[in-house]
């Protein structure tokens, strides 16, 4: 079985429309999703990657003109497909690491929600994302935080710190950890990030404590969110 069909089966279910809801964001972003819309936005073109069933672009639906969806599971961008049908949605079949069917300096904004830990090459993803943004545009990119304190205490117990299944990953048959491949801290993303040609703006703690997650995220905040953005003179860069 491929890893696409493995996601496929992963996330199977039934294909029906879904009724997404607008999030209303409180005093501080409480989840990954949260805290990317709390970035905001607004300009022609968002690419989600990782897009999922497109409740994240929903969000989006009325600051961008066109949306647009990258996703390696087919299943998944069928779901998007019928969710977002009464949208502008541009649908990506594939992975960050090879985007050819986006234009380079073609997209305003970028936005990313627990998928980077999930892609092989993640250089060549990085690479990407930064040839596709039009100069000045924001990348609003986040993921697990692998130096959250729970994940240390777990460490300390000599329990490896899992970030997407319970019991060590050993959670589902068919993916280890959820498929999770890569582990990232705030500097460890920053770096990756920076390697590539971006410019780090701001760094993002969120969770369900409020703005005491954002006092020193790289302990206390469960997930590790950056917004960066293209240099308007930029180089690409290529791994």
């Known amino acids: 079985m491929s890893l696409s069909e493995k996601y496929d089966e992963f996330y199977g279910a039934e294909i ?38 497109g409740m994240l672009l929903y969000q989006f639906r009325d600051s961008f003109k066109t949306l647009v969806g990258l996703e ?10 019928v969710n977002l049908a009464d949208h502008d949605f541009v649908a990506v079949q594939g992975s960050a690491e090879d985007m050819a069917e986006i234009e380079s300096n073609s997209i305003d904004r970028i936005i990313s929600a627990d998928t980077i830990e999930h892609i092989p090459e993640v250089y060549s993803a990085a690479s990407e994302m930064f040839r596709v943004l039009k100069p000045g545009g924001r990348l609003v990119i986040n993921t697990p935080n692998i130096a959250f304190i729970k994940k240390r205490v777990l460490l300390l117990l000599g329990r490896f710190p899992s970030t997407s299944q319970k019991n060590e990953g050993i959670g589902s048959d068919i993916l280890f950890d959820g498929g999770h491949l890569h582990y990232f801290t705030y500097r460890s993303l920053r770096l990756v990030l920076e390697k590539t040609g971006f410019v780090m703006e701001k760094k993002v703690g ?12 790289a302990l206390l905040s469960g997930g590790v969110q950056w917004v960066a953005r293209k240099p308007e003179l930029s180089i690409n860069y290529c791994f």
């Open 206 to 217: 969120y969770g369900k404590l409020g703005k005491i997650h954002d006092f020193f995220p």
């Open 16 to 53: 029906k429309k879904e009724n997404f809801r607008h999030i209303m964001l409180g005093s501080w972003p409480r989840d990954r999703i949260e805290a990317i819309v709390a970035m905001g936005g607004e300009g022609e073109k968002i690419l989600d990657i990782g897009c999922g069933s």
């Open 72 to 81: 390696y599971s087919e299943h998944r961008l069928k779901q998007a497909k």
